[in-house]
């Protein structure tokens, strides 16, 4: 564990060989953990000050899908699906240790919260459903096209707070920097 932080830094691999990153927020052993995971272009520290709230009660698992956060990157993009991700979280769940799960997943994350109540509903012990549903609004998708996959980098993690938060700006009018 780290000094500065309620989590340790957690391992596992895929199906197809990728190294695969996740937090672990130590918990209470006799309930379900609870899982989260993240939109498209997020990762595992967008859910920092939930799991940190959660634990000591709950064991949180935040996971780095494919290609985000500490995981690596899969050289075929046709594996950039939801399908893939399922496989990805199962592995994930068995590498923990993990029979049951409430899952929090948002957008990109719910879909795949959807798949597990569907292809391993014996895993699932509840879902929280975050910024998705059963129909997908066709301008949030074209909102999510028109920055995702364009690339780049940032000087400091100032430059890129804002650029994330000019992205972002009519969703999270509110949001400082510090959130970002």
Known sequence: ????????????WSLDGLR??????AGDSKRPAILCLPGLPRNARD???????????????CADLRGRGESAYAKDSLT????????????LLDAAQVEKVIVIGTS??????????????????G????????????AGLERIASY???GGSHPTWVHAARAVAITNAAVYPKWTLDDW
Do not use: C, K
């Open 148 to 150: 995702v996959g364009q």
């Open 80 to 91: 950039y699906v939801p399908l893939t991700y399922l496989q990805d979280i199962g592995q």
């Open 108 to 125: 990109l994350g719910g879909l795949v919260s959807m798949l597990i109540a569907v292809m391993q509903p014996g895993r699932l012990a």
């Open 47 to 61: 859910f920092d000050r939930l799991a940190a709230r959660l634990a000591p009660g709950w064991r949180v698992l």
């Open 1 to 12: 564990m780290r000094a500065d932080t309620p989590y340790t830094d957690g391992w596992y």
């Open 20 to 25: 695969l990153h996740y937090r672990d927020y």
């Open 127 to 138: 879902v929280v459903l975050n910024d998705v549903g059963p129909e997908l609004d066709p």
